[in-house]
């Protein structure tokens, strides 16, 4: 069974379908069935800043660090030179990017008291 994301109450759902499989779908399920599956994901929005901080940084890194998976893959590159690859990655930005995502994260978990 591959996970679902829901946006109404499962409830809603299993009242269409015969009661041993509503039981049964209510045991193995392991979340509230009446919170959508994955809503903790959602982050707070960007300020202003950050999006424009975001945009100028991540089209480049984005290309840089598929460019370097796709060089590892192929044997183009070596893991022994990681850290060379990790500072050019901090020079393109990452640094300002993980900045950026941790703060929305400390922003929402600040919001769930």
């Given at each position: 069974?591959?996970?679902?994301?829901?946006?109404?109450?499962?409830?809603?759902?299993?009242?269409?379908?015969?009661?041993?499989?509503?039981?049964f779908?209510?045991?193995?399920?392991?979340?509230?069935?009446?919170?959508?599956?994955?809503?903790?994901?959602?982050?707070?929005?960007?300020?202003?800043?950050?999006?424009?901080?975001?945009?100028?940084?991540?089209?480049?890194?984005?290309?840089?660090?598929?460019?370097?998976?796709?060089?590892?893959i192929?044997?183009?590159?070596?893991?022994?030179?990681?850290?060379?690859?990790?500072?050019?990655?901090?020079?393109?930005?990452?640094?300002?990017?993980?900045?950026?995502?941790?703060?929305?994260?400390?922003?929402?978990?600040?919001?769930?008291?």
């Amino acid at each position: 069974m591959f996970p679902k994301r829901r946006f109404v109450p499962m409830e809603n759902e299993i009242s269409v379908v015969p009661e041993n499989k509503a039981e049964f779908q209510k045991e193995i399920i392991s979340y509230s069935p009446t919170v959508p599956l994955g809503n903790e994901n959602y982050l707070p929005v960007m300020t202003s800043e950050q999006v424009e901080t975001r945009l100028g940084i991540i089209t480049d890194l984005k290309t840089r660090s598929e460019e370097l998976a796709t060089q590892l893959i192929l044997g183009q590159a070596s893991l022994d030179n990681w850290d060379t690859y990790i500072e050019e990655l901090k020079a393109l930005g990452l640094d300002q990017l993980i900045e950026i995502d941790q703060s929305r994260l400390d922003r929402y978990m600040a919001s769930l008291g």
